[in-house]
């Protein structure tokens, strides 16, 4: 009887291409979600309205936010999703342990954010070309070239990957104890209605300034790389702390 040792790359990538034919339906979810985010953009995600005399202006603003924000909620519940316990069971097809497992979970969670930020940038696009032919909009875009459509996508990649890094780490912890449900929620609303009540920025704020915000390129891509790896790092300290099956 031969002994045989897993290599733990080669374990990697069978539970990788595994997740993705078994997550398959998260896929087909993602386009529906994004249509539906489409649809809440055909009106414009703002609009200026100017006059004077018989002269009357109106301006909106059609753009990819509402399907950027929505694919984000996207990974983030696709992320929990995973940590679930049928789901973790799924990868004991395999000789397989916690490192592994979380491993091609993070992989998945990559992929899955890549084909996020594409199709949401590429969404972007059918809603101006359904503003101008359908809707008869005269367009004016701030777009200038390939350039500016490649780092659009590849922040919102990134940012929609940081989203999935936190809701792997919330779901892991909602599989340590079932408390955390009830903390989480209380946790983002109570600090809301804190700082409201002291008449202070809300810590929430802060934190999307401290992303969404950043001038520097350079420290924006340090912040959202350096965040996910420490959500996902300790997601995996904590999985690694639980029994080999629940």
Request: net charge positive.
């Given at each position: 009887?031969?002994?045989?040792?897993?290599?733990?790359?080669?374990?990697v990538?069978?539970?990788?291409?595994?997740?993705?034919?078994?997550?398959?339906d998260?896929?087909?979810?993602?386009?529906?979600?994004?249509?539906?985010?489409?649809?809440?953009?055909?009106?414009?995600?703002?609009?200026?309205?100017?006059?004077?005399?018989?002269?009357?202006?109106?301006?909106?603003?059609?753009?990819?936010?509402?399907?950027?924000?929505?694919?984000?909620?996207?990974?983030?519940?696709?992320?929990?999703?995973?940590?679930?316990?049928?789901?973790?069971?799924?990868?004991?097809?395999?000789?397989?342990?916690?490192?592994?497992?979380?491993?091609?979970?993070?992989?998945?969670?990559?992929?899955?954010?890549?084909?996020?930020?594409?199709?949401?940038?590429?969404?972007?696009?059918?809603?101006?070309?359904?503003?101008?032919?359908?809707?008869?909009?005269?367009?004016?875009?701030?777009?200038?070239?390939?350039?500016?459509?490649?780092?659009?996508?590849?922040?919102?990649?990134?940012?929609?990957?940081?989203?999935?890094?936190?809701?792997?780490?919330?779901?892991?912890?909602?599989?340590?104890?079932?408390?955390?449900?009830?903390?989480?929620?209380v946790?983002?609303?109570?600090?809301?209605?804190?700082?409201?009540?002291?008449?202070?920025?809300?810590?929430?704020?802060?934190?999307?300034?401290?992303?969404?915000?950043?001038?520097?390129?350079?420290?924006?891509?340090?912040k959202?790389?350096?965040?996910?790896?420490?959500?996902f790092?300790?997601?995996?300290?904590?999985?690694?702390?639980?029994?080999?099956?629940?």
């Amino acid at each position: 009887m031969s002994l045989v040792i897993a290599n733990l790359v080669d374990i990697v990538k069978k539970q990788y291409l595994f997740k993705l034919k078994a997550n398959i339906d998260s896929f087909s979810s993602l386009i529906w979600i994004q249509l539906l985010a489409l649809l809440f953009s055909l009106g414009g995600v703002g609009s200026t309205l100017a006059s004077s005399g018989y002269l009357s202006i109106e301006v909106k603003y059609y753009s990819a936010d509402l399907v950027i924000a929505f694919t984000m909620i996207w990974a983030f519940v696709t992320a929990i999703i995973i940590t679930t316990k049928p789901y973790r069971n799924q990868d004991f097809t395999y000789v397989t342990n916690r490192l592994s497992s979380s491993l091609a979970n993070i992989i998945f969670l990559l992929t899955a954010s890549i084909i996020g930020g594409i199709t949401a940038m590429l969404v972007n696009n059918l809603l101006k070309i359904i503003a101008y032919f359908i809707f008869n909009e005269q367009l004016y875009s701030f777009q200038s070239g390939f350039r500016e459509l490649a780092l659009g996508i590849s922040m919102t990649i990134l940012y929609v990957f940081c989203i999935s890094a936190f809701g792997y780490l919330v779901g892991t912890l909602v599989q340590v104890s079932k408390l955390f449900i009830l903390f989480v929620p209380v946790l983002f609303f109570g600090t809301i209605l804190l700082k409201t009540s002291v008449q202070k920025e809300p810590f929430l704020t802060s934190i999307f300034k401290f992303y969404f915000f950043e001038p520097s390129l350079l420290l924006l891509l340090l912040k959202i790389l350096l965040t996910s790896c420490l959500f996902f790092f300790t997601s995996i300290a904590i999985l690694n702390r639980m029994e080999v099956r629940r």
